[in-house]
């Protein structure tokens, strides 16, 4: 049987300290995976653009996943798709989940570990430009992995940067929306930026020394959010140096793989350091990979079989159940 998942089922089955859990192992596991990630994107007639993530693989779990993710900036949710999980070895769909929750999931909390590591250790005041459902999860997850005492917001739509500040005061943290992304970049040690944005929003001066950025907006061509001197003086941390050359931040900015210092799994696993001196300004700036998908995607089902979770189907059908005309 086949399990369907959507984003009410989600929530019931996965908490942020089991998904970065397992987000953590996989950046390390992922080292040593052969077969490069491949992202497959489309421009669609609409304001919108469609991507195919496959093949998600990591050692050690029986199965694979394939994902569709459809963009559309003006629509809320903006990203809606599906994530198809299965058997490795006899390619049974095990399951399918809502997309625009693994994806904010999974992205969010990657996010949450780099941050974490690359972020000064004082660090108490976090940044965020833009704030949607990426920026929120990453803020959730990174008030796991460290203490943080207040957060500064800045948006487009002053009215959601208002909304997301309320929410975080409810929910005990001191929140200030401010005008800019500059302001944002000269209050805080370390910003996380997640937009839209096809030009940079922020420069080398306008980042403190020995701050640290996540930029998750760009992670298709032509998307920016940091400017190319800002990338040139930074000590970058990408997920995968080849997408960072044909989707990523780097190549949209004219560099090159050695403005890469390295993998985050390399920061994870302590075989490079995350810093080399306190007064250098870090970025990690991912695109995002098939494996997450996957590291996620696995950690759920096995948690939703578990608890009994989910609407069980079959698909495709067993030879007989067709019927007939």
């Not at 086949?2 to 942020?16: D, H, I, M, N, Q």
């Amino acid at each position: 049987m086949t399990v369907l998942l959507g984003a009410t089922e989600l929530r019931r089955v996965v908490t942020p300290q089991d998904m970065l859990r397992a987000l953590r192992q996989g950046f390390v596991s992922a080292l040593g995976i052969q077969t490069a990630p491949q992202r497959v994107r489309q421009s669609l007639p609409a304001a919108g653009s469609i991507a195919v993530l496959l093949p998600g693989l990591l050692p050690g779990i029986p199965a694979y996943t394939v994902k569709v993710n459809a963009k559309f900036p003006g629509a809320d949710p903006a990203i809606s798709g599906i994530v198809c999980l299965h058997d490795l070895k006899t390619g049974e769909l095990l399951a399918l989940l809502d997309s625009g929750f693994v994806t904010a999931w999974r992205t969010g909390l990657s996010a949450a570990l780099a941050t974490d590591l690359l972020s000064p250790a004082g660090a108490r005041t976090v940044g965020i430009v833009g704030a949607g459902a990426q920026a929120d999860m990453t803020l959730r997850g990174l008030t796991r992995l460290r203490t943080v005492e207040r957060v500064v917001i800045h948006d487009v739509d002053g009215g959601r940067a208002h909304r997301t500040a309320e929410s975080w005061r409810r929910a005990g943290l001191a929140s200030q929306v401010v005008g800019t992304a500059r302001e944002v970049a000269r209050t805080c040690d370390s910003v996380v930026t997640a937009t839209w944005s096809r030009r940079p929003l922020l420069r080398l001066p306008d980042v403190r020394p020995g701050s640290h950025i996540t930029s998750l907006g760009a992670d298709e061509p032509g998307k920016a959010e940091l400017e190319a001197d800002l990338l040139r003086h930074a000590r970058v941390i990408v997920d995968d140096l080849d997408l960072a050359m044909t989707s990523g931040a780097l190549g949209t900015a004219g560099l090159g793989r050695q403005n890469a210092a390295a993998v985050l799994g390399r920061i994870i696993d302590g075989t490079v350091p995350a810093r080399t001196d306190a007064g250098q300004v870090t970025v990690y700036t991912p695109v995002g990979l098939p494996w997450q998908d996957l590291a996620l995607s696995w950690a759920a089902y096995q948690a939703a079989l578990r608890d009994g979770v989910g609407t069980d189907f079959r698909f495709p059908a067993r030879p007989g159940d067709e019927g007939g005309t």
